[in-house]
């Protein structure tokens, strides 16, 4: 039986890389599947990612130690996964369409991820979480409290042991703490009006400036606010007659699509981090 793994490293650039990364999985009995590499000539780093399978007994961890050396030799950051799908925690306040599309690609098995449980500071959207057999847990949060409440939602990532957390279009910001706590394993979704147009009805404020674009960012969750490494953008081109409903309904068909695919290439293993920016191997 072959056993799916994914190998993501980034090092500075220099001769024997991808000799080394493919000598080792020959060592070790492996077959790649799928490679792609990045080479950053600005910044003199490589990135790399490499889907392989092993006929061997083989698991992740023990992988990754062997590959310490060379990850030494050559100063790399990677990380080795096997083919169980992230397990992801959803945040929602009153608005249900990221919430009901991520639903729909999970059922339907294109998100490439396993949905445990949604979070949420209303009640709106219990019934939708509910009927897609998810556990819904209602946390409000209030000046008082909030302290109180990040702290319930970091709780909330351990018990349903989440391996990504994704704020679906959760209206509240998180303080630096827990950003910093959940680096690298929260995305957000925002129309791309920010920071054009800030503030209550940013649809509204489109409508009165005649925009000709609608778009949306999935980006990951940072202590400086939407302004994380991007992961996706949509783009969808309107005109003259999109009065500000319809141009809401178009922004959210926007949100939907940046940030289930951000979620997608997320679990998959093909966003790599480079400074304040990403990698994004498709």
């Known amino acids: 039986m072959s056993h799916p ?10 001769p024997g890389i991808v000799h080394a990364v493919s000598s080792f999985l020959f060592q070790h009995g492996c077959d790649i599947v799928e490679h792609q590499q990045f080479d950053d000539a600005v910044r003199g780093q490589l990135f790399l990612r490499t889907a392989f399978v092993c006929s ?3 698991d992740a961890a023990r992988l990754s130690a062997d590959f310490g050396p060379v990850a030494e030799e050559f100063g790399m950051a990677h990380r080795i996964t096997g083919g169980e799908p992230l397990r992801v925690l959803v945040m929602v306040s009153k608005l249900g369409h990221c919430l009901n599309d991520l639903v729909f690609r999970w059922r339907a098995g294109s998100l490439g991820a396993e949905l445990v449980a949604v979070v949420s500071n209303h009640e709106d959207l219990r019934p939708m979480a509910e009927a897609a057999g998810l556990p819904f847990v209602h946390v409000p949060v209030r000046p008082a409290t909030k302290r109180e409440a990040e702290a319930r939602l970091l709780e909330l990532v351990d018990e349903h042991r989440a391996d990504l957390v994704v704020l679906a279009r959760y209206m509240q910001i998180l303080s630096d703490e827990t950003c910093a706590a959940l680096y690298g394993r929260a995305i957000n979704i925002h129309h791309s009006f920010l ?3 800030k503030g209550a009805k940013p649809y509204h404020q489109a409508f009165d400036r005649g925009v000709k674009l609608v778009g949306a960012t999935a980006h990951y969750v940072t202590p400086d606010l939407d302004e994380g490494p991007i992961i996706e953008q949509e783009v969808i081109r309107i005109d003259h007659t999109h009065d500000p409903r319809a141009l ?3 922004g959210q068909d926007a949100e939907a699509l940046a940030l289930s695919r951000a979620v997608r290439w997320h679990s998959e293993q093909r966003v790599l981090l480079n400074g304040n920016s990403t990698v994004v191997f498709r």
């Open 195 to 197: 920071p054009g147009f």
């Open 56 to 58: 061997e007994d083989a």
């Open 248 to 250: 809401a309904t178009v």
């Open 5 to 14: 793994f994914t190998l993501t490293l980034s090092c500075q650039e220099r």
